[in-house]
C-alpha cells in the first residue's frame, strides 16, 4: 500500500494519509491512516465531505495501539461529485483534510450542458446553477483548479496552442516578422523575377511548422502531461487549442515551405504522381529530380496564369492540400497522444472557421482528425460537421448579451449541439453574475431561462432523438474550394496578402452560393445532408441513400467523383447543378468542356451569355415549373444536345436543361444561386420564390414530398423558418424555429459588403403547421396537449422556438413508487412509470426536481433519465447534513409536460 503526504494539515502533530493520490473509481475503497504523535485528547471525527459541502458519510476509526495510528476504510459507493475531501476534526475543531476525486465510470454525453469561460469564485456555482450553467472551464496546470471544486462538468482548455493557434494569438507579431517582410520582397524581387523560389524557404517557414518533429514533441509532451493530470477529473473534452490555423485562423499565407514540409510534400506527391514526369505533365514544370519539386506561391500562380486561356493552378492546388492535410495530421497526432493516456478522454478543437482554400480548413479531414468541436457558425460549417461525421460532438460559443442569443441558442440545439460555451471574461456585456454579491447580470436573466429548459430535459431529449433527412445530398468538395478562391481572387494581384480571416469569409462568393443553396432547401420544408469528395471516391452515391445530389460550384473534381456520379445517374439518382460544372480536372487544369457535359447533355459554346431572366419554355410546366420566366439570368452560353429538354432560354443559352440517362436525370440550371441568402428574407421577391419554385419541382420529381407543412395565414411562404424533424421509436419531435438572419458585415479591406440587418425576423407571424400524420399532438415547451390532430394554428413570436411532440397514444399519468420516510445518508430510490391510453410508451425522457422542506430547490439533486421501455428509476443520495422534514419530489415527463409529485419525510 502506497502512502503519501498531506497537502494541507493545521496541526503538524497530525497527517491524513490514502492509498491512491491519483483517485478512485465508484466502487473501490479507499483506505487510509492517521499517524498520532504524542497524545491526543478529545473526541476525533473523520468526515467525507464532497463538492456541495454534503456530509456523505461519518468514516469508522480504529486505533492500532501498536503503530499509534488511527486506520479507516471507505466503501466509495455513494459519490455525487468527481470533487471530494477527508476532514478530521478533533473536539470538532478541523485539523487536517486531504482531497480525492471519484472518476465517473460511465463517461457518456448523454445530456445537455451549459458552461462558462470564466472562473467564478467558490461559491458561484449553486447561484450560476439557477440560470442554467452547469459547469466551467479549467486549465490544465492542476487538476486542484477551484471550478472542479464547484462544478462537476469542466472542460480543459488550450492544451497545445502554441503548435496550432501561434499566429492568432501572436496576431501583431506576424505582421512584422512574416507578412510585411514577404510584402516587401514581393515588391522588389517578384517585379523582376515572377517565378522566384530559393529565397521564399526562409520567408514562408511556419513558426511550429506541423510537419517539424520538434513540433510533434511539443505537442505529445503538452498532450501527455495535461491529459495525465486531469484525466481522474473526467472533463468534458480537453480542447487541443483554440482558433486554430495554419496562420492566422483563416488568412491566406503561403505557409510552409520549410525544407521539412517540403521533403514531407514531396514524399506525399509521389504517393500521388508515382513518377516525375507525371508531375511535370500536369505542372507544367521542368524539375528534374523530386528533390527540386517546389510548389509555386499564391503569387507566382497569379502571375503565371495572368491572360491564359485554360489556366492551371494545380502545383498551388496540391500545396493547399498538402497544408490542410498537415493540420489535420496535427490534430490527430495530439487525439492519438491523449488517447494513449486516457482511452475514454474526448478531444477536440474550438473556434473553427468556415472552409477555406487557406488555413487548413478541409472539413472532410478535420472532422475525422478530432471528437468535439466547437465551431463559429459560419459558412454552413455545422451542417458540413454532422453530415461527414454524424458522430462528433458539436457545441457553440455565445458572445453578448442580446436577444438575438436566444433565437440562435434554441437554433444551435436543434442542429445538434450537445452543450453551450458562453465568454465570461466578467465584461459588462458578457458576465453572468456581479462580484463579489454574486447577483445575476441582465445576461443571466435573459439567457437563463432558457438554459434551465434545456437541461431540464428538451435537451437530453433532442439529444436522444434521431434526426430526420430527406435523402437529398450536397457536394463537398475541397478542390472547388480552391479553384473558386483563384478565381475570385485572382485579380487583387499582390492586395491577396492582405485579407484577413474575417475577408475570407466575407468577400467568399463560393461561400455565399453553398449557404443559399442550403437556405433554399430548406426554406422548401426539407432537410439535406453534404457528402464528401472522400466519400463519393470509397462509397459512391446510392439513389436509396441520396434522391436528389446537387453539385453547386463544383467546378473541380476527381475522376473517381466523376465516375461516381455517372453510376449514381444510370442507377436512378438525379444530379442538379448550377455552373461551371467540372471546368477543372482533379489536378486543377482548366478544361476546354465540363467532364461530366455529355452526362448533363450540354454544348458550351463561346462568348457571353445574355443578361435578361431566363423565359420558360413549354417543357417547364411539365416538370411543375409554372409561369413565363424566372427572375435569373444565365450564367454561361451553353446548347442542350438533342435528347436534352430545354425548360429555359435566356437570348441564345438555353438553360434547366433535363437530360435522362440510365435511370435516371441531371438537370443543369445555368443561372447562379449566391444571392437567395440575401433576398430570402423577403417572401415577396420574385428571385426568391422562382429559386423555391425550381427546388419544389425537382424535389417532386425526385419523390421527395415535404416532411412538415408550413403556411402563413395567406396560405403563402414564411420567411426564414425551419422545421427540424426527429424521431425517437415510433415518436416524432418537429422543431420549429428561424435560422440565422443576415446581417451587415465589414472585412479589413474596408467597404460594407450588400447584407440584411436583424430586421426581417423580428415580427411575430401567424403560421399553420401541418404535420406528418395525425398524432396526439404536445407542445412540449408550454406543457400542453393540443389533441389528436394532423395540424396545429399558432402564432409564432420572434424569439420564440416551438417543438412539437408526436405520440401515438395519449399520456394519462406518472406513477410514483416512493418511500414515505427515509432517514439521513441513505439513499431514496424511486420508481417512475409513464401509463398511456391503448399502447405503451417507451423512451421518453424524465425530469426530476428536488425541494428542500424550506422549499429550496436543490440543483445537485435534479436529474433526467431516459425510460427504459415505461419505467425508470430515479435515486436521491440524502446526505447526513441534509435538512430533516418533509421534501418535495417533483417528476416530469418532457414529452407530454405531464407531472407527478412525490413528498418524501427525511428522519
Not at 482554400?357 to 478541409?362: E, I, M
Not at 435569373?632 to 438555353?654: H, M, N
Not at 479591406?749 to 403547421?769: I, N, Q, T
Not at 421518453?844 to 422549499?855: C, E, K, N, Q, R
Request: some cysteine; glycine content about 6%; charged content about 25%.
Amino acid at each position: 500500500m502506497r502512502i503519501f503526504e498531506i497537502q494541507y494539515c493545521r496541526d503538524p502533530h497530525l497527517a491524513l494519509l490514502m492509498n491512491k493520490p491519483e483517485g478512485y473509481f465508484p466502487g473501490e475503497t479507499l483506505v487510509g491512516k492517521i499517524p498520532v504523535e504524542g497524545t491526543l485528547t478529545g473526541s476525533i471525527q473523520l468526515h467525507w465531505v464532497d463538492a456541495h459541502n454534503r456530509l456523505v458519510a461519518d468514516i469508522p476509526l480504529i486505533f492500532n495501539q501498536a503503530k499509534n495510528a488511527f486506520s479507516f476504510r471507505l466503501h466509495l459507493t455513494s459519490a455525487l461529485t468527481v470533487f471530494n475531501r477527508l476532514l478530521c476534526k478533533i473536539n470538532n475543531e478541523a485539523v487536517a483534510e486531504n482531497e480525492f476525486l471519484i472518476t465517473p465510470i460511465d463517461k457518456s454525453w448523454d445530456d445537455f450542458h451549459a458552461v462558462t469561460w470564466a472562473s467564478y469564485p467558490l461559491g458561484c456555482a449553486e447561484k450560476l446553477a439557477e440560470y442554467g450553467i452547469d459547469g466551467a472551464v479549467t486549465y490544465s496546470a492542476s487538476v486542484r483548479n477551484h471550478n472542479l471544486k464547484q462544478f462537476n462538468t469542466t472542460y480543459i482548455d488550450q492544451v497545445a496552442p502554441k503548435a496550432f493557434s501561434w499566429y492568432h494569438r501572436n496576431a501583431a507579431k506576424m505582421w512584422v516578422y512574416d507578412r510585411q517582410p514577404y510584402i516587401d520582397f514581393l515588391n522588389k524581387k517578384a517585379k523582376t523575377d515572377p517565378y522566384f523560389s530559393l529565397p521564399i524557404s526562409s520567408l514562408l517557414t511556419r513558426q511550429h511548422c506541423l510537419s517539424e518533429e520538434s513540433t510533434r514533441k511539443l505537442i505529445a509532451d503538452r498532450m501527455r502531461q495535461t491529459v495525465d493530470v486531469q484525466r481522474k477529473s473526467a472533463p468534458l473534452f480537453f480542447n487541443i487549442a483554440d482558433e486554430i490555423g495554419i496562420a492566422d485562423q483563416a488568412a491566406p499565407f503561403d505557409f510552409c515551405f520549410c525544407p521539412t514540409c517540403m521533403n514531407q510534400f514531396r514524399q506525399w506527391l509521389r504517393c500521388k504522381f508515382i513518377t516525375l514526369d507525371a508531375l511535370n505533365q500536369t505542372w507544367e514544370s521542368h524539375f528534374s529530380l523530386w528533390d527540386e519539386v517546389f510548389p509555386m506561391t499564391t503569387h507566382m500562380t497569379i502571375q503565371q496564369n495572368k491572360g491564359r486561356k485554360r489556366k492551371n493552378i494545380s502545383s498551388w492546388m496540391y500545396h493547399r492540400a498538402f497544408m490542410e492535410k498537415s493540420m489535420a495530421d496535427a490534430l490527430s497526432f495530439a487525439r492519438d497522444i491523449g488517447r494513449s493516456v486516457d482511452s475514454h478522454g474526448r478531444f477536440g478543437t474550438t473556434g473553427l472557421q468556415a472552409p477555406n482554400a487557406f488555413g487548413g480548413w478541409d472539413f472532410e479531414r478535420l472532422c475525422r482528425s478530432v471528437d468535439v468541436m466547437i465551431p463559429y457558425n459560419m459558412g454552413n460549417n455545422f451542417e458540413i460537421i454532422r453530415s461527414l461525421n454524424p458522430d462528433l460532438i458539436t457545441m457553440s460559443p455565445y458572445f453578448g448579451n442580446s436577444p438575438v442569443l436566444i433565437r440562435h441558442m434554441w437554433f444551435q440545439l436543434f442542429h445538434g449541439d450537445r452543450a453551450f460555451i458562453f465568454w465570461d471574461n466578467h465584461e459588462k456585456d458578457g458576465a453572468l453574475l456581479t462580484l463579489p454579491d454574486k447577483r445575476p447580470t441582465y445576461r443571466a436573466k435573459l439567457l437563463g431561462p432558457h438554459l434551465r429548459e434545456m437541461q431540464e430535459g428538451i435537451g437530453r431529449m433532442i439529444i436522444h432523438g434521431r434526426r430526420l433527412e430527406d435523402k437529398i445530398g450536397i457536394h463537398y468538395s475541397q478542390s472547388s474550394i480552391h479553384a473558386h478562391w483563384m478565381l475570385e481572387n485572382a485579380a487583387l494581384g499582390e492586395a491577396w496578402i492582405r485579407r484577413s480571416s474575417a475577408d475570407e469569409f466575407i468577400r467568399n462568393e463560393f461561400r455565399k452560393r453553398r449557404e443559399s443553396l442550403v437556405f433554399a432547401i430548406e426554406d422548401t420544408g426539407r432537410q439535406h445532408h453534404f457528402r464528401s469528395y472522400a466519400q463519393l471516391k470509397i462509397q459512391g452515391l446510392l439513389p436509396a441513400r441520396e434522391k436528389i445530389f446537387f453539385m453547386s460550384g463544383s467546378v473541380c473534381f476527381s475522376e473517381s467523383e466523376a465516375l461516381a456520379v455517372e453510376k449514381y445517374v444510370r442507377e436512378g439518382g438525379i444530379v442538379v447543378a448550377d455552373n461551371l460544372l467540372g471546368l477543372f480536372n482533379e489536378h486543377g487544369v482548366e478544361q476546354k468542356e465540363g467532364r461530366l457535359d455529355k452526362l448533363f447533355g450540354l454544348v458550351r459554346q463561346s462568348g457571353k451569355p445574355s443578361k435578361g431572366n431566363i423565359r420558360l419554355t413549354p417543357h417547364a410546366a411539365g416538370l411543375g415549373i409554372m409561369g413565363k420566366e424566372i427572375a435569373f439570368p444565365a450564367s454561361e452560353r451553353l446548347k442542350a444536345t438533342s435528347r436534352a429538354e430545354v425548360l429555359g432560354k435566356s437570348g441564345s443559352s438555353d438553360c434547366l436543361i433535363l437530360h435522362s440517362v440510365g435511370k435516371g436525370k441531371t438537370v443543369y440550371l445555368n443561372f447562379d444561386l449566391q444571392d437567395y441568402r440575401d433576398v430570402r428574407h423577403d417572401a415577396t421577391h420574385k428571385a426568391g420564390n422562382d429559386l423555391r419554385k425550381v427546388l419544389e419541382a425537382l424535389f417532386i420529381l425526385a419523390g421527395i414530398e415535404r416532411r412538415v407543412g408550413l403556411e402563413d395565414r395567406n396560405g403563402s411562404h414564411v420567411p426564414g423558418l425551419e422545421t427540424v424533424c426527429f424521431a425517437n421509436q415510433d415518436e416524432e419531435y418537429v422543431t420549429l424555429g428561424y435560422t440565422h438572419p443576415p446581417r451587415l458585415e465589414e472585412g479589413s479591406l474596408g467597404g460594407e459588403v450588400k447584407r440584411f440587418l436583424l430586421k426581417p425576423y423580428d415580427v411575430s407571424v401567424p403560421v399553420k403547421v401541418t404535420f406528418p400524420k395525425k398524432a396526439h399532438l404536445y407542445d412540449v415547451r408550454k406543457h400542453s396537449y393540443l389533441g389528436f390532430k394532423d395540424a396545429h394554428t399558432f402564432t409564432f413570436k420572434p424569439l420564440e422556438a416551438k417543438i412539437f411532440a408526436l405520440l401515438p397514444a395519449k399520456v394519462q399519468c406518472l406513477k410514483i413508487r416512493a418511500p414515505k420516510t427515509i432517514h439521513v445518508g441513505h439513499s431514496c430510490v424511486m420508481e417512475v412509470s409513464l401509463v398511456s391510453e391503448g399502447r405503451t410508451l417507451s423512451g421518453h425522457t424524465l425530469h426530476l426536481d428536488v425541494y428542500s422542506p424550506a422549499g429550496k430547490w436543490i440543483y445537485y439533486y435534479s436529474q433526467n433519465i431516459t425510460l427504459n421501455g415505461h419505467t425508470g428509476t430515479l435515486n436521491v443520495p440524502f446526505a447526513l447534513n441534509d435538512k430533516k422534514g418533509r421534501w418535495k419530489a417533483v417528476v416530469r415527463d418532457v414529452q407530454s409536460g405531464m407531472t407527478e409529485t412525490a413528498f418524501i419525510r427525511l428522519v
